[in-house]
């Protein structure tokens, strides 16, 4: 018959687990302090980076786009505050907390025009022509309009078929509502005939999603059409300023 073990052996393996679970807190301690010595070296050597390459970073749109990169890979956030290192070396927060705002004052100039709606190849011509010290890019909007995000107030960048469009009004387009976008973009409008055709619905369901898109602002109508109809239009998906100056069509 197999003896149980006595007092003493179970308080001496009651020992070995406490040391086990001492030495394996000590081990991911010295892995945690280890992890946090390469972190800082590689913040350390990316601040170095950043002063020597800081006219690269602030005047070459593609070089600032790989310095976010990197940014991101080490766990350094340069527009985190206006305030600190980043902003004292490359003003990199300023000139992102500018550029935000350049983009609220043009998204609120044309939003009579658009309702509120804005081609980001449109809103970044834009801020181009405002700027002509710096090139403006796409990656530069989103990161700005990243920022905007935060505080609220709607904006938000979102697709239709191709094009990239920044909603600066608090409304919540669903699928319905980007679907008849999509179909809207080669010409600019639709008739509630065309939806229906397209994608299969009821008149009820295309009227309520043309409806709900004119009551918020994002649409406007046309009941002088030759052909009878109520045409809904979508300035910010049809052909924009850009394509028609260049002759092109959608």
């Given at each position: 018959m ?17 040391q086990?679970r001492s030495l394996?807190?000590?081990?991911a301690?010295v892995?945690q ?8 070296t590689?913040r350390h ?13 602030t005047k070459?749109?593609a070089?600032r786009?790989?310095?976010h990169?990197m940014?991101a890979k ?13 902003a004292?070396?490359?003003?990199i927060g300023?000139f992102?907390?500018?550029l935000?705002?350049q983009?609220v004052?043009i998204?609120?100039?044309?939003r009579p025009?658009n309702?509120?709606?804005i081609?980001i190849?449109?809103?970044?011509s834009?801020?181009?022509k405002?700027?002509?010290s710096v090139?403006i890019?796409?990656?530069?909007c989103?990161r700005?309009i990243?920022k905007?995000?935060?505080l609220g107030?709607g904006?938000?960048v979102?697709s ?6 920044v909603?600066s009004v608090p409304?919540?387009l ?6 008849i976008?999509q179909i809207?973009q080669p010409r ?7 939806v229906?055709r ?7 369901r295309?009227?309520?999603?043309l ?7 994002l649409?406007?109508?046309d009941d002088?059409?030759p052909?009878g ?8 998906v049809?052909p ?7 002759g092109g069509n959608?």
């Amino acid at each position: 018959m197999r003896r149980r073990p006595g007092i003493s052996g179970l308080q001496g393996a009651v020992a070995a687990r406490d040391q086990y679970r001492s030495l394996g807190d000590n081990v991911a301690k010295v892995r945690q302090d280890l992890m946090k010595e390469q972190l800082e070296t590689f913040r350390h050597q990316l601040e170095e980076f950043a002063s020597k390459h800081k006219n690269d970073i602030t005047k070459n749109p593609a070089f600032r786009a790989q310095f976010h990169t990197m940014c991101a890979k080490c766990g350094v956030d340069p527009l985190a505050s206006n305030k600190g290192f980043w902003a004292e070396l490359l003003g990199i927060g300023d000139f992102y907390y500018e550029l935000g705002v350049q983009i609220v004052d043009i998204c609120l100039a044309t939003r009579p025009r658009n309702g509120g709606l804005i081609d980001i190849e449109e809103l970044r011509s834009s801020l181009s022509k405002r700027r002509r010290s710096v090139l403006i890019t796409e990656d530069d909007c989103l990161r700005a309009i990243g920022k905007l995000k935060k505080l609220g107030g709607g904006y938000e960048v979102f697709s239709v078929g191709r094009r990239k469009l920044v909603r600066s009004v608090p409304m919540e387009l669903n699928r319905d509502h980007n679907l008849i976008l999509q179909i809207a973009q080669p010409r600019g409008h639709v008739t509630v005939e065309e939806v229906e055709r397209e994608l299969s619905w009821r008149s009820g369901r295309a009227i309520d999603a043309l409806e709900n898109l004119l009551k918020e602002g994002l649409a406007m109508i046309d009941d002088g059409d030759p052909d009878g109809k109520r045409h809904y239009w979508f300035p910010c998906v049809g052909p924009s300023e850009l394509e028609t100056e260049s002759g092109g069509n959608m």
